[in-house]
C-alpha cells in the first residue's frame, strides 16, 4: 500500500504527479479482488433456478444397471445426480411409463411372453401385460461384467414410480422428462402434467438434508425435453412455468443437413463416421431453430454431441463455439447428450456445456468435484442388488 507522507511527496513536480497516479492505480487494482466474469450458462441456469453444472441420469444409471428400471434410478439418485432422466410413453389402457424404446424387443423377454406380439409396439399393451415382462435379464447378457442376480425380473416402471423413487432417498433430484415419440400418444402433454400436478411435483416441495441433493425443492425440480415441435407447443401450453428443452438433431425432418445423402448412399461403414460428417445447412437455419425454440417455451436446446472415441453415442458435432455462444446469447441452456467420458466433459465443458445427458453418474459427478462418498457396489448392495 501507498503512505501519507509518501503519496504528498510524490506529488511535489507534474512528473512526480504522474508517477503518483500510475503508483496509485497500480496498487488500487493490486488490492482490488480479481473477479472473473461467470460463465454465461452459469448465469441462465440461476436464473431459471437450474444446477449449473448439471448431471441428468440419463435413464438412471444405466452403465451399470438396466435402463429405466428401480436399479438404475436409485443408484443414480443415491449417487448424487442432479436429475432422473426418462422417455415416457403410454400404455394401452393410459397409463404413463417410463420406457425408451418404442417396441419392447430391446430390453425385455417380449418374444417369450407375447411371441405373437414380439413386434408390437408399446402402445398396443396394457400396464398389467407390461408388468409381465422381465426388463432387467437383457442387461445381464449384454454387459456379463456389470451382470447382477438381482437384476433379473426388474420391472417396467410407471411415470408415478419414478416419482416415488426420486423422493425415496436422502438425495431429493429433479425429474428430466421427455415425451417419447408423442404423435404416437395424443394427449399425452396433458397427461404428463396432470400425473406431475398429482404427486405434487408442479409445486414447492421440501428441501433435503443439508449436504444432499435438493434439485426436488427447487423452481427447476421438473424439466421437459422433446425433439418435436408440436410437442414443445403442447407441453407449453399445458405446464408454461415449467422449464423446457428442445432436443437437436440434423437431417431426418429436423434441422436441415448441408447434405440429403442418406447413410445407405454415403460410403461410411458405421452409423458414428456418417453422423460426424453431418452439418447444419448454415448458421442461419441453426439460429432459425434455436429461435423458433425459445418463441415456444424452450429454456434451453440438449444438442448431439460427437464424442473422441466414436461409439453408439457419438453422432453430430452441434457443439461448436459459435453454436454454443448463439444458443448463450439468446438466453438458452446447453445439456448434450449422451456423455460418458471425461475427456468429452472436459473438451464439451470448454465448448460451453452447462451439463450432460450422461449413463455414468458416478464419473461425471467425480469429474465436477462432486464424488459420491459410496461406491456404485455399496449402493448397489444396500438396495438389494
Known amino acids: 500500500?501507498?503512505?501519507?507522507?509518501?503519496?504528498?511527496?510524490?506529488?511535489?513536480?507534474?512528473?512526480?504527479?504522474?508517477?503518483?497516479?500510475?503508483?496509485?492505480?497500480?496498487?488500487l487494482l493490486s488490492a482490488a479482488p480479481v473477479m472473473a466474469a461467470e460463465a454465461p450458462g452459469k448465469v441462465i441456469s440461476s436464473k431459471l433456478g437450474l444446477p449449473w453444472p448439471a448431471v441428468i441420469g440419463h435413464r438412471g444409471a444405466s452403465f451399470d444397471a438396466p435402463e429405466e428400471t428401480i436399479a438404475s434410478y436409485t443408484l443414480a439418485r443415491d449417487l448424487g445426480a442432479d436429475y432422473l432422466e426418462m422417455d415416457i410413453q403410454r400404455t394401452k389402457d393410459g397409463v404413463l411409463i417410463a420406457l425408451h424404446d418404442d417396441k419392447l424387443g430391446r430390453t425385455t423377454n417380449i418374444a417369450e411372453v407375447f411371441p405373437e406380439r414380439a413386434k408390437d409396439p408399446v402402445s398396443t399393451f396394457t400396464l398389467a401385460e407390461l408388468k409381465q415382462l422381465d426388463a432387467g435379464s437383457w442387461f445381464n447378457k449384454a454387459y456379463p461384467d456389470r451382470a447382477r442376480p438381482g437384476y433379473v425380473g426388474l420391472k417396467i416402471l410407471?411415470?408415478?414410480?419414478?416419482?416415488?423413487?426420486?423422493?425415496?432417498?436422502?438425495?431429493?433430484?429433479?425429474?428430466?422428462?421427455?415425451?417419447?415419440?408423442?404423435?404416437?400418444?395424443?394427449?399425452?402433454?396433458?397427461?404428463?402434467?396432470?400425473?406431475?400436478?398429482k404427486g405434487g411435483w408442479l409445486s414447492q416441495r421440501p428441501a433435503a438434508a443439508k449436504g444432499h441433493v435438493s434439485v426436488a425443492s427447487t423452481p427447476g425440480r421438473v424439466i421437459l425435453q422433446t425433439f418435436e415441435k408440436p410437442s414443445l407447443e403442447l407441453l407449453q401450453k399445458e405446464m408454461p412455468?415449467?422449464?423446457?428443452?428442445?432436443?437437436?438433431?440434423?437431417g431426418d425432418g429436423y434441422m436441415e443437413a448441408k447434405s440429403n445423402v442418406a447413410y445407405k448412399d454415403s460410403g461410411y461403414k458405421d452409423y458414428a463416421s456418417f453422423y460426424a460428417a453431418q452439418e447444419v445447412k448454415s448458421p442461419a437455419e441453426f439460429e432459425a431453430w434455436l429461435d423458433w425454440a425459445k418463441t415456444h417455451g424452450a429454456n434451453g436446446i440438449g444438442p448431439a454431441s460427437k464424442l473422441t472415441h466414436g461409439g453408439d453415442q457419438s453422432y453430430?458435432?452441434?457443439?461448436?463455439p459459435w453454436m454454443t455462444k448463439m444458443a448463450h446469447d439468446k438466453g438458452l441452456v446447453i445439456h448434450p447428450y449422451t456423455v460418458d467420458d471425461p475427456v468429452d466433459f472436459k473438451a464439451l465443458k470448454a465448448q460451453g456445456a452447462d451439463?450432460?445427458?450422461?449413463?455414468?453418474?458416478?464419473?461425471?459427478?467425480?469429474?465436477?468435484?462432486?464424488p459420491s462418498k459410496d461406491s456404485i457396489d455399496t449402493i448397489l448392495k444396500r438396495n438389494g442388488y
Do not use: C
Open 241 to 250: 412455468n415449467v422449464p423446457k428443452i428442445l432436443l437437436l438433431w440434423i
Open 355 to 370: 451439463g450432460f445427458f450422461t449413463n455414468r453418474a458416478s464419473v461425471l459427478l467425480k469429474f465436477y468435484g462432486r
Open 158 to 197: 410407471t411415470l408415478e414410480e419414478v416419482m416415488a423413487i426420486a423422493d425415496g432417498g436422502a438425495n431429493k433430484p429433479g425429474l428430466y422428462v421427455e415425451t417419447k415419440v408423442p404423435a404416437q400418444f395424443p394427449g399425452i402433454e396433458a397427461d404428463v402434467r396432470k400425473v406431475l400436478e
Open 1 to 27: 500500500m501507498l503512505n501519507g507522507t509518501t503519496f504528498t511527496a510524490l506529488h511535489k513536480t507534474p512528473l512526480a504527479k504522474a508517477f503518483a497516479s500510475l503508483a496509485l492505480a497500480a496498487a
Open 316 to 320: 453430430m458435432d452441434m457443439m461448436k
